[in-house]
């Protein structure tokens, strides 16, 4: 059974860092490309950042490119978010998911997420 | 890069038959696959459909999942509606670097 634990989140002021974690068992974590995905309080899903099976590839949302940074570390089954520079707008609830099919381009397993919050 | 279109809601009644539409702004729906994901209020989203048609375990099969190449669009069937499909669905699908994109979700009420 696969589960995903995110964590990392919290209350941080504008223009600082935060480094989000999703913890990822049940399944070849190794084998398999990894997402980030976001929502806004109210607002609907938003792609935020992929990272392939090894770490090799990587893509990010225009939104983020350049402010955030997706690694994963494949000997603890742990893929991170790092966040610099953060705006009101990236506040919301960040998902991790594990990416199927030949391109990743669908999950069937979300974790609950964690909540960023940017405020002064 | 495209866009996918939801309505902002539906609503329909128990026991009858509802159907959300997804439909891609430019590129043929046909040639990425269309998921659909649901997200009970206060919860994390699920996976009701990938594929364009495909279930995963333990969906059952009152949800069903249709591409239409004349109207560009991906359609989700929900039939027999219980109060407790009451979500917010989005449908996704991803582009030729493998960026997902999303639907803006549709809200789904039964009442």
């Known amino acids: 059974q696969v589960q995903l634990v995110e964590s990392g989140g919290g209350v941080v002021q504008p223009g600082r860092s935060l480094r989000l974690s999703c913890a990822a068992s049940?399944?070849?974590?190794?084998?398999?490309?990894m997402h980030w995905v976001r929502q806004a309080p109210g607002k609907g899903l938003e792609w935020v950042a992929l990272i392939s099976d090894d770490g090799s590839i990587k893509y990010y949302a225009d939104s983020v490119k350049g402010r955030f940074t997706i690694s994963r570390d494949n000997s603890k089954n742990t893929v991170y978010l790092q966040m610099y520079s953060l705006r009101p707008e990236d506040r919301g609830v960040y998902y991790c998911?594990?990416?199927f099919g030949s391109g990743a381009y669908y999950t069937d397993s979300w974790g609950q997420g964690t909540l960023v919050t940017v405020s002064s | 890069n495209f866009m996918l279109t939801q309505p902002h809601s539906v609503s329909e009644s128990p026991g009858k038959t509802v159907t959300i539409s997804c439909t891609r702004s430019?590129?043929?729906?046909?040639?990425?696959?269309v998921q659909w994901y649901r997200q009970r209020p206060g919860s994390a989203p699920s996976t009701v459909i990938y594929?364009?048609?495909?279930?995963p375990s333990g969906v059952p099969d009152r949800f069903s999942g249709s591409i239409d190449s004349s109207s560009n669009s991906a359609s989700l069937t929900i039939s027999g509606l219980k109060t407790e499909d009451e979500a917010d669905y989005y449908c996704?699908?991803?582009?030729?670097?493998?960026?997902?994109?999303f639907g803006g979700g549709t809200k789904l009420t039964v009442l």
């Open positions: 594929e364009d048609k495909k279930r």
């Open positions: 996704q699908s991803y582009d030729s670097t493998n960026h997902w994109v």
């Open positions: 430019s590129g043929s729906i046909a040639s990425n696959y």
């Open positions: 049940g399944f070849t974590f190794r084998s398999y490309a």
């Open positions: 998911a594990p990416g």
